[in-house]
Antibody
Framework: QVQLQESGPGLVKPSQTLSLTCAVS??????????WNWIRQHPGKGLEWIGY???????YYNPSLKSRVTISVDTSESHFSLRLSSVTVADTAVYYC??????????WGQGALVTVSS | SSELTQDPAVSVALGQTVRITCRGD??????ANWYQQKPGQAPILVIY???NRPSGIPDRFSGSSSGNTASLTITGAQAEDEADYYC???????????FGGGTKLTVL
């Protein structure tokens, strides 16, 4: 059973960079035809796909966030990471990591609330 | 357009059948997937592809699709089915994923 767990600071100041890591266990992050995704949910709102990294290292990002997002993977540590630069209060959200196939997201982390505030 | 549109809220009487819909042009190319989210919890996949249920999902959940509309049907809704439901699909024209706005299901 694949498990994902987000970790990182719960509070980030405006204009700084949000950094989160997703630890993957119960399966190899570097095997199989999987996409490793970040998805966020603003308080009381719907889900927003941020981007993914494919195990080849290719990345794709939501066009609305592309200029500020970087997703990377560390296969030796079995985790992947999200960096979102120049954050504002509008980036306050629960951030989920998720494993995806070409067609759907099958495993999700429990989510990490990140608040942007001075 | 990459948008997926869902009704904000739907209600169903206990034990009855309810259909939740999702509309969008990208559904003409890829099937919708459906996720259930209960308060304070992460979403879980309940239907993927044409009409597939992951292990552990009750068979009262089913999916269907026609043209630009996908539907999630719960046959014999239970109290524990009360949740938010999100559709999602892939927009291959720009190689990224889209979610619907979610439907809050109330079981009366």
């Amino acid at each position: 059973q694949v498990q994902l767990q987000e970790s990182g600071p719960g509070l980030v100041k405006p204009s700084q960079t949000l950094s989160l890591t997703c630890a993957v266990s119960g399966g190899s992050i570097s095997s199989g035809d999987y996409y490793w995704n970040w998805i966020r949910q603003h308080p009381g709102k719907g889900l927003e796909w941020i981007g993914y990294i494919y195990n080849s290292g290719s990345t794709y990002y939501n066009p609305s966030l592309k200029s500020r997002v970087t997703i990377s993977v560390d296969t030796s540590e079995s985790h992947f990471s999200l960096r979102l630069s120049s954050v504002t209060v509008a980036d306050t959200a629960v951030y989920y990591c998720s494993r995806g196939t070409q067609l759907y997201f099958d495993y999700w982390g429990q989510g990490a609330l990140v608040t942007v505030s001075s | 357009s990459s948008e997926l549109t869902q009704d904000p809220a739907v209600s169903v009487a206990l034990g009855q059948t309810v259909r939740i819909t999702c509309r969008g042009d990208i559904l003409r190319s890829y099937y919708a997937n459906w996720y259930q989210q209960k308060p304070g919890q992460a979403p879980i996949l309940v239907i993927y592809g044409k009409n597939n249920r992951p292990s552990g999902i009750p068979d009262r959940f089913s999916g269907s699709s026609s043209g630009n509309t996908a539907s999630l049907t719960i046959t014999g809704a239970q109290a524990e089915d009360e949740a938010d439901y999100y559709c999602n699909s892939r927009d291959n024209s720009v190689n990224h994923w889209v979610f619907g706005g979610g439907t809050k299901l109330t079981v009366l």
